[in-house]
């Protein structure tokens, strides 16, 4: 499995993008996706993840209403919709894959798969 990640860049506070992830691989509907960012200097942190249908979502407490999961798989892409954008929002996303059960979503070292990541920067 591939995953290539996209759609960073520079933007100004209180603004908005949408991250993209395309994978190469015919099985895309059996993974689990998320989204892990990591800003300079700190740990890698679950941003959100969603379900191989694409029915149930999952993000921490202070990702909600600004972060957005979706997938579509007939395109075999998920995508994080991020608005209000803080300077402390920059980082590097990273997109992944995994089959475990939804308790171990938040766990990066439970991703079998990792896109390379794209970086958005926020900044006026």
């Known amino acids: 499995v591939q995953l290539q990640a996209f759609g960073g860049g520079l933007v100004q506070p209180g603004g908005s993008l949408r991250l993209s992830c395309a994978a190469s691989?015919?099985?895309?509907?059996?993974?689990?996706m998320a989204w892990f960012r990591q800003a300079p200097g700190k740990e890698r942190d679950f941003v959100a993840a969603?379900?191989?249908?694409?029915?149930?979502?999952y993000s921490t407490n202070s990702m909600k209403g600004r972060f957005t999961i979706s997938r579509d798989n007939a395109k075999n892409t998920v995508y994080l919709q991020v608005s209000s954008l803080k300077s402390e929002d920059t980082a590097v996303y990273y997109c992944?894959?995994?089959?475990?059960?939804?308790?171990?979503?938040?766990?990066?070292?439970?991703?079998?798969?990792w896109g390379q990541g794209t970086l958005v920067t926020v900044s006026s």
């Open positions: 992944a894959a995994t089959t475990v059960v939804r308790s171990s979503w938040r766990d990066p070292t439970k991703y079998d798969y």
């Open positions: 691989v015919r099985t895309f509907s059996r993974y689990v």
């Open positions: 969603i379900s191989w249908s694409g029915s149930s979502t």
